[in-house]
């Protein structure tokens, strides 16, 4: 226990929701009041257990790839995005896509299509395997090869070290992320950024406001699912900014007890796929506890909304016309 024997919360914000987030999410239950029940999507929409059960008791049907959707269906593409050879899988099967790829992440697959077209060595940093880094290098696999760190820096091999670009995953650490760029530039000093940051404004404001906290808090609890990139990232930044301890959890259910041995501050925040609701349900559990003050740290405000994807605003447009 801290020496004024006092219990209390450090609440982040920004927390929670993103954008892309908010935006897939709704798509799924848009679709499911326009066209009834079932929706397929491909992969979990977003990466949290909360939104992919309460989203399947309303009739979405959740599978890995199209061809475990019925020929002729409705099949929402999740937020992480999609290879060109997805859509094209799609479209043999003659399915209805509805592309719910946050917009974020189909700048970077711009960028990396242009980057290509240039004919130059991609280095895309990110976790290989992850959903997002999977679409984003379908868009030029002869070009990128994927980077997970500063230490798989050295093994990356190019055509001409004076013609190389970088991108990466939009869910990073921040920190990481420089330090990858660091190595990759001290290899190849004309190394080319990407025209904007690729990590998304959602990911670093949520490591900046743990950064903010982490040194006055005993124990952090990041509410978010492991499969979540930029939830276990929160973790990994909480501890690096001084936390005593740090914990992913998926529900306040998963809390232990013995967490809290000990400890007067309790910083919490969630990652961008998590419901609010999952954040209330934890604060509602450290009460029980004794933590029952709760002081929330922001570091910043978002304002920023995105529409919903095109194939779903035309036929939500032509219901409207014709009722």
Partial sequence: ?????????????????????????????????????????????????????????????????????????????????????????????????????????????????????????????????????????????????????????DKVRVRNPDNVSWLSQTTLSVDETNATVDALRRRFPNLLDPPSDDICYATSNRQAAVKEMAAECDLVI???????????????????????AAHLIDNASLMQESWLEGVGTVGVTSGASVPDILVQDLLRRLAEYGFDSVDEVETAQESLTFSLPKELRRDLRAEAVGS
Avoid: W
């Fill in 1 to 153: 226990m801290t020496a004024t024997n006092r219990r209390r919360v450090l609440l982040a914000k920004p927390r929670g929701y993103c954008a892309g987030v908010d935006r897939a999410v709704v798509t799924v239950e848009k679709a499911l009041e326009q066209y009834g029940a079932p929706i397929y999507v491909r992969k979990q929409i977003v990466h949290n257990t909360h939104v992919v059960r309460t989203l399947e008791e309303r009739g979405a049907i959740f599978v890995e790839e199209t061809d475990e959707v019925p020929e002729g269906a409705i099949v929402v593409f999740s937020a992480h995005g999609v290879s060109p050879m997805v859509h094209e899988e799609a479209a043999q099967r003659r399915l209805k896509t509805i592309d719910a790829t946050c917009p974020l992440v189909t700048k970077v697959h711009k960028e990396a299509k242009r980057f290509a077209a240039e004919d130059r060595d991609i280095i895309l940093i990110g976790h290989a395997g992850h959903e997002e880094v999977e679409g984003t290098s379908g868009e030029a696999p002869e070009h990128i090869q994927v980077v997970d760190g500063p230490d798989e820096v």
């Fill in 222 to 244: 990041v509410v978010g699912s492991d499969n979540s990139s930029n939830s276990v990232r929160l973790v990994e930044v909480a501890l690096e900014a001084g936390a005593g």
